[in-house]
Nanobody, 120 residues
Framework: QVQLVESGGGLVQPGGSLRLSCAAT????????MGWYRQAPGKERELVAE???????NYADPVKGRFTISRDNAKNKVDLQMNSLKPEDTAVYYC??????????????WGQGTQVTVSS
């Protein structure tokens, strides 16, 4: 069983910064990718940023240049540094980890979500 433990959400003023962290624990298989998604009220869940096992990264256009994703492979941990936050960044942020089993099948795991609110 795999658990994803998230931390770091909260309330911040526009222009401020927050750092989200997610650690995977339990029966860890080889990790294909780690990432962050978000879901605002009335909207679908969307990709924010992801980082592959190779270290390559992918960012959603609205966060490019403001958010930075990083991972610590030894600790099975992924962080999301969010700078220059805007009210439209307000959402529940979810950690996502994709793992391969020994037959190379992919398995998706999700964190419980952490609220990020950007407001003055």
């Amino acid at each position: 069983q795999v658990q994803l433990v998230e931390s770091g959400g909260g309330l911040v003023q526009p222009g401020g910064s927050l750092r989200l962290s997610c650690a995977a624990t339990g029966s860890i298989l080889p990790i294909k990718s780690m990432g962050w998604y978000r879901q605002a009220p009335g909207k679908e869940r969307e990709l924010v940023a992801e980082i592959a096992s190779t270290g390559s990264t992918n960012y959603a256009d609205p966060v490019k240049g403001r958010f930075t994703i990083s991972r610590d492979n030894a600790k099975n941990k992924v962080d999301l540094q969010m700078n220059s936050l805007k009210p439209e960044d307000t959402a529940v942020y979810y950690c996502n980890v994709v793992m391969w089993d020994y037959a190379r099948r992919e398995h998706d795991y999700w964190g419980q979500g952490t609220q990020v609110t950007v407001s003055s």
